[in-house]
């Protein structure tokens, strides 16, 4: 028997489906939707504080080239990979993804991955021991695999037989660990399966990370950076900052020169954080554990003649930063590959207010004549365009042309923007030729006077 991926769109709640298909039309949104699960290209971020993108580009065409032989892409499919830097974002590399493959599962038993794991392979990633759910009893170590992503969470952790009718195939691997190892020892951890015939080809990056020198970040969120564009010397707040990648591109826009405060409410996010800038040479980064919902605990007015003096840790004084990036947390429906949405409408527009408390905490943190971006990932336009006209209603902030375009122009019809307005703003949709990326949103605002 031989198999490719499963054949599968994103499956949506009906309200979802039917304000989608209302912005979109039918047509459109059919192919959004049957887009959002295949991976994009995989697009690295240069750290330019350490080596050029000529350099980083030359490393990774030899590593995926061999890679893509290790994980038996055939001759005439390796002639079509494509490994440059992009033509209008020079700090990023774009590797094309290979695929669908015909894999060979006849007579190999079943290895069950989260949803989370299987979309992670999709990218390129292994199989660590903890994202395996099943293993079938036939499952030998250092013999093949056939491996099946569970995106609806249908089978039961620890089983040895599973249906595969609702599951997806993302290839076979090589088992390293035995069921007894992955799930009956007290440490669940460590690689357990070594994918080597994927169904979609995208290269393992782990070596280039792991040393600094490049970062896996999706084409539009290197882009905002762009669009941020700050410079050396200047104060920058990054208010919802973890992973960190945006956080770092920051820092080597300002050649790691200048303050840049980076908040999270997780500890463990935060830690992360300064691992990363640790990791690129980046000492500019300051990070704290902030609810950045609660600005009412770290932002505080004047209170003397020495309160001039810029505080690089909370509470901040009001109105006190150059740039701040506002990058909340959003509903996601533009990230690729997913196989299920599980939000509703209403969870929809209650991300859309609760983002609202993050733009008016970064407006107070914001000085008059500086710059805010806001951006999501998200193709939703109540927590995009809906929330950049509220912005425009009730703050004092001008909506601007942004310094450089990769995406198309906003979507018009919410909120009160006009079609000058919407062709300032930046949406990333799926279905756009010239970026096969993920679905993506950014505006830029400046804050014309002080707001108390």
């Known amino acids: 028997m031989y198999r490719m991926e499963r054949k599968s769109d994103v499956l949506l709640k009906e309200d979802l489906e039917n304000f989608f298909v209302d912005i979109y039309g039918k047509e459109k949104f059919y192919g ?83 949803s989370f794991c299987g979309e992670s392979v999709f990218r390129g990633a292994d199989i660590y021991a903890g994202g395996i759910v099943a293993l079938e009893t036939g499952a030998i170590v250092n013999q093949l695999v056939q491996v099946w992503m569970d995106p609806f969470g249908v089978v039961t952790r620890g089983s040895t037989q599973f249906d595969t009718v609702r599951l997806i195939y993302v290839g076979n691997g090589l088992l390293l660990q035995s069921r007894k190892e992955i799930f009956h020892s007290s440490c669940c951890k460590g690689l357990a399966i070594e994918v080597v015939e994927p169904v979609y080809f995208a290269p393992s990056l782990y070596n280039i990370v792991s040393q600094g020198i490049g970062i896996l970040q999706n084409l539009p969120c290197t882009v905002v950076g762009h669009v941020m564009n700050p410079k050396p010397d200047e104060r920058i707040l990054d208010l919802c900052a973890s992973p960190g990648g945006k956080t770092t591109h920051l820092a080597t826009l300002m050649r790691n020169r200048g303050t840049l405060v980076a908040l ?135 909506l601007v042309e942004q310094p450089i375009y990769v995406g198309g122009k906003g979507c018009y019809g919410f909120g009160n923007l006009s079609q000058k307005d919407c062709e300032k703003l ?27």
């Open 426 to 452: 930046q949406r990333f949709d799926l279905l756009d030729e010239e970026n096969d990326t993920c679905g993506f949103f950014c505006a830029k605002l400046i804050k014309i006077h002080s707001y108390r």
């Open 32 to 114: 959004l939707r049957k887009k959002l699960s295949v991976p994009p290209p995989t697009t690295v971020r240069v750290n330019t504080l350490k080596t050029t993108a000529t350099q980083l580009c030359e490393t990774l065409r030899e590593l995926s080239l061999k890679q893509a032989k290790q994980r038996q892409v055939d001759e005439k499919e390796l002639s079509k990979l494509k490994v440059e830097v992009h033509p209008k974002i020079k700090d990023l590399i774009q590797i094309d993804t290979l695929g669908p493959f015909v894999r060979k599962t006849q007579g190999l038993p079943a290895a069950c991955v989260d």
């Open 264 to 398: 999270d409410r997780n500890w463990k996010k935060v830690k992360a954080i300064e691992c990363l800038c640790r990791k690129w040479g980046i000492d500019i980064v300051y990070s704290y554990v902030v609810d950045a919902t609660k600005f009412r605990t770290y932002i505080r007015d004047y209170s003397s003649e020495h309160d001039n003096n810029f505080y690089v840790e909370p509470p901040f004084i009001r109105e006190s930063f150059d740039r701040v990036l506002v990058d909340p947390p959003c509903s996601a429906f533009g990230l690729r590959p997913k196989f299920q949405y599980s939000q509703s409408m209403e969870d929809l527009r209650s991300f859309s207010r609760f983002q609202k408390i993050f733009l008016l905490a970064g407006i107070l943190l914001l000085k008059p004549g500086g710059t805010l971006v806001y951006s999501t990932c998200t193709l939703d336009p109540l927590e995009n365009e809906e929330n950049i006209s509220y912005c425009l209603e009730h703050f004092p902030v001008e």
